[in-house]
Nanobody
């Protein structure tokens, strides 16, 4: 079992920055890929960024050049710059093992003036 706890969400103005953190505990040795997803009201959950144990990253086209995912010491971070109103969503941390996927409870990010 893996437990994930996110933090760092909040209200930010357009153009601002925010960093999300996710702490993993439990059988973290089994995690192959860590990632961030988001779900806006009325929309499906979508991938934002992922990072492998070897440090390889992937990003959604909508966040490339603005968001940076990083990890270390059973933490995964999402540094978000140049935030836009369309980035408003609940952001979820994800941990993928060979057999299952784990999710955090989510943290709200609201981009508004």
């Amino acid at each position: 079992q893996v437990q994930l706890v996110e933090s760092g969400g909040g209200l930010v103005q357009p153009g601002g920055s925010l960093t999300l953190s996710c702490a993993a505990s439990g059988s973290t040795f089994s995690i192959n890929v860590r990632g961030w997803y988001r779900q806006a009201p009325g929309k499906q959950r979508e991938l934002v960024a992922t990072i492998t144990g070897g440090g390889r990253t992937t990003y959604a086209d909508s966040v490339k050049g603005r968001f940076t995912i990083s990890s270390g010491n059973d933490m995964v971070y999402l540094k978000m710059n140049s935030l836009k109103p369309e980035d408003t969503a609940v952001y979820y941390c994800n941990a993928l093992t060979a057999v299952t996927s784990y999710w955090g409870q989510g943290t709200q990010v609201t981009v508004s003036s």
